[in-house]
């Protein structure tokens, strides 16, 4: 690193310092990389295309930056002046429809393995694979340290405006944006004294995890190998907790929350209950926040009470009421709060995580003359045994992350239909009490058993019929 090099050298936000803890404890895990997948149909102009992605690294001091722990108290980021984002081209046109997708799980797993040189940025790069005439598979990879899913819109956006702008040979003047620092500058002016009092407050008598027990596997040669599940709820399901929303003024985001804490009660037992969630992270107090580039989302305990006689809606907005309070300390660092709560023996605070997320694009703001974006998807995976992801579209989607190594894929598959089951509870009757929801659920598990049983003697008297002839057979042979 040549001095002359380097524009700017800063902190890190409490949210990259744990990610980078966690990055340079499992260093080939592809912890925190991100990999978000799109189909571009269309005459494509690749001078312009790579013009205009080298034109916004150039404008964005977080796509520009390095991150440097070693030999130093405390890790830094450092933001160098010029940059060169590689973009990396691929032709599968002769291929098969199968083989292009039995080459691209191939090429995804290499690419996360290959992950990045931390201290080398961009720590980003872009893959165009041609699949058919004018049809193109993107892939962008990126660590999550410098960007969060907030960043993907901007920068998506502002890529096709400059794109039609070069394929023109016209020049663009984009909007002045503020740069990251701006945020750790603003993080370091905060007061925690009042921050400590809210979140010392909030956990107090909270002294155990919340634990998931959902049919663990404690199979620890699958350490680390995370798998995925999601479904995606019916059109008329969806319409109906839109509705449902709307007319008790509660937030998707809410119902979701509110579903999981049911769920997670009812498998832990436990009526006082806390999990992860995560929040956008951007302080309303810093002009322009909006158009910023960098990590600023966070995890925060949420700390729910379940009382079975309560009423459903009631009890929902006094959920979302308690989120509302939390969102003014949405900076505070996991760490700090962990210190403040009355847990022990350096155990975590949770082992579940929710994120609702917007569909990744708004495709009505990137939509161009020459190029039409579709079938848009993305690639991670955190830390935590469990993440559940609410997309929300046209149809709610519901999405599991989970390590193999803690959880069965058929404990996984029950539980995201016991989600299905509560939401449909939840729209059928919005006053029911809780109990009747946790009714349900035991209802449905004695079903599952019941399902699973039959199962398993049927198949266990079809092996009977196979093997039974043969052990016959065996026992007259002499050489047996």
Known sequence: ????????????????????????????????????????????????????????????????????????????????RRVKLVIE??????????????????FLELDRQRGFQLSEPPLMRLTLIRID??????????????????????????????????????SLQLQPCRP???????????????????????????????????????????????????????????????????????????????AWALLLSH?????????????????????GIESIVGLFVNTLPTRVQISPQDSLVPW???????????????????????????LSGGLPLFESLLACQNSLVNFSRIQTTSLKVDNIHFNSRSNYPLTLVMLLGSELTLVAQYNLSRFQTTAITRMLGHFEAVFNSMVAEPYLQLNALTNLLNELEKKEKASDFKKLKNFTANKLKIIQPKAIELSNTKDY
């Open 316 to 342: 929902l907005k006094t959920l979302q009421s308690q989120y509302n309070q939390l969102r003014q300390y949405e900076h505070t660092p996991l760490i700090n709060i962990q210190s403040w709560s009355e």
């Open 267 to 287: 498998y832990s037992k436990e009526k006082d209950i806390v999990f992860g969630t995560v929040v956008s992270g951007r302080p309303v107090t810093l002009p």
């Open 89 to 106: 081209q691929y032709d599968w046109q002769n291929f098969s429809n199968y083989k292009q997708k039995e080459q691209l799980n191939t």
């Open 133 to 170: 005439q004018e049809v193109y598979q993107l892939i962008w990879t990126t660590y999550h340290l410098i960007l969060d899913g907030w960043c993907t819109d901007i920068l998506l956006k502002e890529f096709f405006a400059l794109y039609e702008a070069f394929c023109r040979d016209d």
């Open 180 to 258: 990251y620092r701006d945020y750790i500058a603003w993080l370091k002016k905060q007061d925690l004294s009042a921050t400590e009092a809210f979140w010392r407050q909030k956990l107090t008598g909270f002294k155990k995890p919340t634990y998931l027990a959902i049919n663990r596997s404690f199979n620890y040669g699958e350490k680390d190998n995370y798998a995925q599940q999601q479904i995606q709820l019916s059109a008329n399901i969806t319409t109906a907790l839109k509705s449902f929303a709307k007319h008790h003024h509660l937030t998707l985001n809410t119902l979701f929350i509110g």
């Open 1 to 80: 690193m040549k001095l002359e090099d380097v524009e700017d050298i800063y902190t890190l936000s409490p949210t990259q310092q744990g990610m980078l803890f966690h990055i340079l404890a499992e260093p080939n895990s592809g912890i925190y990389l991100e990999q978000i997948l799109c189909i571009l149909q269309g005459k494509l102009n690749f001078s312009a295309f790579e013009k205009a992605w080298q034109q916004i690294v150039k404008r964005h001091p977080s796509l520009r930056t390095g991150f440097i722990s070693k030999n130093l108290d405390k890790p830094v980021q450092v933001v160098y």
